[in-house]
């Protein structure tokens, strides 16, 4: 798991600016942190090949509320600041969700994990050529990103990295 900061409320409002009001400065930091999470992780795992990057969907009463695909714009965003390093990268949206969910943010732990359950599948016939990059612009409980995990495995395709912004309860590598 790699992460550029840990969550708290400096995040959180950057989080919400992005998702709910489209502002660009924090799309800017919050793909920048992506990225930079990214290019870490590539030097830290010694990969020198294709960065295949794979988006945690969101919800498509999110979508419908939002009127756009938040994590869709912020991978588009990533791939962008990735490929201007001279690094290989594409972006594969080709998980979905299948089910609408309750809102998590009042859930713990384990009715987070339970809420999840099942809701990812893989759509298209593109297979991921490289190394596979599973991004989200937060990770609280990782309920979220392990359904992700596990509709991809189901499909065959091995994750190389969880990727986030920022995450709850844990600490960044990155410098």
């Not at 990782?142 to 509709?151: F, H, I, P």
């Amino acid at each position: 798991m790699y992460f550029k900061s840990n969550y708290g409320t400096e995040a959180a409002s950057i989080i919400l600016l992005a998702k709910e009001s489209s502002n660009h400065e924090a799309i800017k930091t919050l793909s920048e942190s992506i990225a930079e999470s990214i290019i870490f992780a590539v030097k830290d795992m010694k990969i020198n090949s294709l960065i295949s990057i794979v988006t945690v969907p969101s919800s498509k009463s999110s979508i419908r509320r939002r009127g756009r695909d938040h994590i869709n714009f912020l991978a588009l965003e990533v791939v962008k600041k990735i490929a201007s390093r001279n690094l290989a990268v594409e972006y594969l949206p080709i998980l979905i969700a299948k089910k609408n969910i309750k809102d998590q943010s009042k859930l713990n732990s384990s009715q987070r994990s339970e809420n999840t359950k099942g809701n990812f599948g893989v759509i298209g016939c593109e297979f991921p050529q490289g190394a596979i990059f599973l991004i989200d612009d937060l990770v609280t409980t990782g309920s979220s990103m392990l359904e992700a995990v596990r509709a991809l495995s189901e499909a065959k395709m091995t994750v190389t990295a969880l990727v986030s912004a920022c995450a709850v309860g844990l600490n960044s590598l990155i410098p």
